[in-house]
């Protein structure tokens, strides 16, 4: 990516001013070797596990910083914030600690752990309101109120504060590298507006230029891509929200100058493959990631070829992941790894006719796991809902031979997302 030639918005003197506050105040997360990962990529991968900070996310550090840099006088007023979870957690923990009031917007469609977890933090402290659909709608309705109740916004990524409290993670990083005698070749890092790629990447061009910086967005709202193709910040029209901590549809004027200095590479993963990385580091590691704290490591696959052989860091950036996901999670995994299929089907409404499809249509090693059908009185066909798991991802193709056999006109869900979410 080309460097502007502008002055920087934020310094890595910045970034460790930031550090000496931050120090005696959270936790200096480690930096772990992943041997599965390391396998399996044919690289040595790190994670830098942010995930267990106190709130379980790096939005501490940006929170902390960007509070402790108010005056008294703003802070007896109260602060207020926008967020889908994270930050939330972040400013109330603060909050609670350093007795200041905060209000708290968050989308509506954040996950309920989330926004228990905001009380739990910020205790009496906090007064959380669920507005809009996005975050950007909530960001909105925390800005009138601001302004209304003259009190001040805590930005959770568009605020060199904020930034500077994120790039605490690279000090970090380099620290327990230097003294592990390790070369950093790769730094993966999640984009949701930008905040802790800023921090992060400006830290590092700082003191290891030749660490490349790879930003890591989900491809349904990869507002930081649309902001590089147009050449500043352009707002999206519609958002995937499954990655709820980077479901953010406008990426920010300060995180998009600064991540076009320092990102050597932008990468989108489909939501699909987030869950896949999610099953994958719990099943294989015992971590719970949330999807947007699982997008570094879903950058691996992307970048395969040429981190072979190298050193790469993954910053794991949170684990708040609400356990009534993980059904929807495995679900849209096993649709990713091409096991998992939705079809309607037209069945001949008489005895024996779900005989016939089992034996003529499934493979010896399917599974059915969804069945529906009602019987239509006088018809000689009838719709039938059905989901087949492959034994084998690699037979779909004769599977759908043999369907097109038996109802040449069926439908294939997978390929129809709005029947897809209505009926299944």
């Given at each position: 990516m080309a460097v502007t030639d502008s002055e920087p918005v934020l310094t890595q003197s910045d970034v460790e001013k930031a550090s000496e506050v931050l120090a005696p105040i959270i936790r200096h997360t480690p930096l772990q070797h992943d041997v599965y990962l390391s396998q399996r990529y044919n690289c040595q991968v790190?994670?830098?596990r942010e995930d267990l900070q106190e709130v379980r996310s790096f939005k501490i550090r940006g929170a902390y910083y960007a509070i402790s840099q108010t005056t008294p006088a703003e802070r007896k007023r109260g602060v207020v914030c926008a967020s889908a979870g994270n930050h939330a957690q972040g400013v109330a923990w603060t909050c609670h600690h350093m007795g200041v009031h905060a209000t708290i917007f968050m989308p509506t469609t954040t996950p309920k752990q989330k926004v228990t977890q905001v009380q739990f933090f910020g205790g009496d402290d906090v007064t959380i309101k669920l507005t809009g659909d996005t975050f950007d709608a909530s960001a909105s309705a925390a800005t009138e109120f601001c302004e209304r109740e003259n009190q001040?916004?805590?930005?959770?990524?568009?605020?060199?504060?904020?930034?500077?409290g994120q790039g605490t993670i690279a000090t970090e990083i380099f620290a327990d590298a230097q003294d592990s005698d390790i070369d950093v070749d790769y730094?993966?890092?999640?984009?949701?507006?930008?905040?802790?790629i800023s921090g992060i990447s400006t830290y590092t061009k700082g003191v290891s230029p030749a660490t490349k910086v790879v930003g890591v967005e989900p491809s349904g709202a990869a507002s930081m891509a649309a902001a590089f193709k147009q050449g500043q910040p352009v707002?999206?029209?519609?958002?995937?929200?499954?990655?709820?901590?980077?479901?953010?549809?406008?990426?920010?004027?300060?995180?998009?100058?600064?991540?076009?200095?320092?990102?050597?590479?932008?990468?989108?993963?489909?939501?699909d493959a987030v869950c896949q990385t999610i099953l994958d580091l719990y099943t294989k590691e015992a971590i719970v990631a949330e999807p947007a704290g699982a997008l570094s490591v879903g950058a691996l696959e992307n970048i395969r070829d040429e981190i072979k052989g190298k050193t790469v860091v993954c910053v794991i950036s949170g684990g708040n992941n609400d356990i009534n996901r993980m059904q929807e999670i495995e679900e849209r995994a096993l649709i990713y790894g091409g096991v998992q299929h939705y079809f309607i089907v037209d069945f001949p409404q008489r005895?024996?006719?779900?005989?016939?499809?089992?034996?003529?249509?499934?493979?010896?090693?399917?599974?059915?796991?969804?069945?529906e059908y009602t019987k239509k009185v006088n018809r000689g066909q009838g719709p039938v809902l059905i989901g087949v798991l492959l034994g084998d991802r690699n037979?779909?193709?004769?599977?759908?031979?043999?369907?097109?056999?038996?109802?040449?006109?069926?439908?294939?869900?997978?390929?129809?997302?709005?029947?897809?979410?209505?009926?299944?």
């Open positions: 790190y994670l830098k001040t916004f805590i930005a959770p990524f568009d605020n060199v504060n904020t930034m500077a730094i993966t890092v999640a984009i949701g507006g930008g905040g802790l707002t999206l029209d519609k958002i995937e929200t499954f990655v709820d901590g980077a479901a953010v549809k406008t990426a920010g004027d300060l995180t998009y100058q600064t991540a076009k200095r320092n990102i050597d590479q932008l990468v989108q993963v489909p939501e005895p024996g006719a779900l005989r016939e499809f089992t034996n003529e249509v499934l493979g010896p090693d399917d599974d059915i796991t969804k069945f037979t779909y193709p004769a599977l759908i031979e043999r369907m097109t056999k038996f109802d040449p006109h069926f439908i294939n869900l997978v390929d129809n997302q709005m029947l897809y979410t209505m009926l299944v």
